[in-house]
């Protein structure tokens, strides 16, 4: 498979908990997208990288939201003190730089209980 | 703020019948594209539009840009269950990265 790759594909976390996600996107890929996605919404732009930079974030996105791209491949996603809100699907998607199509994961289900 | 506005949010219609769903907005967009969302999974791109006025079709899917380039429409013929899903509109505004999403129309067929 070569598409985006996700991991965990649900995630169940006491509120407090740190939680951490992982986004394999198509190798090619020089963007990496991250959103956040509640249930009958579109999905919502988190953060963006282009190769290991971080270029772009969301001032939606607090201070407990971390992520990293560090070898330009691979990203992870850290949600530091989970809280109920915080509850979502989180996609990952990449892209070619200059390319418009964003293709995407299939997503992790974060549930704070 | 540029804003894409989803019409309907929500149909549910019999299997065999024809439908529309609309994304509209006062932005020019230098690109839009729909995708169909199943649940628990994320976003499968259908078609990108890039030309005013472009129509494209997949199989019982035609999409089709409009002339300004700030608005479009999805319709389908002959309805399916299979066609069961949530339909998103996204659009890229110049050079941006960034897409602007639509809230999607959650569609359901009934057979």
């Known amino acids: 498979d070569t598409g985006v790759s996700q991991d965990p594909r649900h995630k169940i976390t006491k509120r407090g908990q740190n939680v951490t996600f992982r986004c394999d996107p198509i190798?090619?890929?020089?963007?990496l997208y991250w959103y956040r996605q509640t249930l009958g919404q579109g999905p919502e732009f988190l953060t963006y990288?282009?190769?290991?930079?971080?270029?772009?974030k969301s001032r939606l996105l607090s201070d407990r939201f971390s992520a990293e791209r560090p070898k330009g491949s691979f990203s992870t996603l850290e949600i530091q003190r989970t809280e109920q809100g915080d509850s979502a699907m989180y996609l990952c998607?990449?892209?070619?730089?200059?390319?418009?199509?964003?293709?995407f994961g299939a997503g992790t289900r974060l549930s704070v209980l | 703020t540029q804003l894409l506005e989803q019409s309907p949010q929500f149909l549910s219609i019999q299997e065999g019948e024809n439908l529309t769903v609309y994304c509209n907005s006062s932005?020019?967009?230098?690109?839009l594209q729909w995708y169909r969302q199943e649940p628990g999974e994320g976003p499968v791109l259908l078609v990108t539009?890039?030309?005013g006025g472009e129509v494209k079709k997949l199989k019982r899917l035609t999409f089709q840009f409009g002339d300004a380039r700030k608005d479009s429409s999805l319709h389908i013929t002959a309805a399916q269950p299979g066609d069961t899903g949530l339909y998103l509109c996204?659009?890229?505004?110049?050079?941006?990265?960034?897409?602007?999403w639509g809230a999607g129309t959650k569609l359901i067929i009934k057979p």
């Open positions: 998607a990449s892209s070619l730089a200059g390319a418009d199509i964003q293709y």
């Open positions: 539009v890039v030309t």
């Open positions: 932005s020019v967009f230098s690109s």
């Open positions: 990288f282009q190769n290991e930079a971080q270029l772009e």
């Open positions: 190798s090619e890929h020089n963007r």
């Open positions: 996204a659009g890229q505004a110049g050079s941006n990265y960034q897409l602007i």
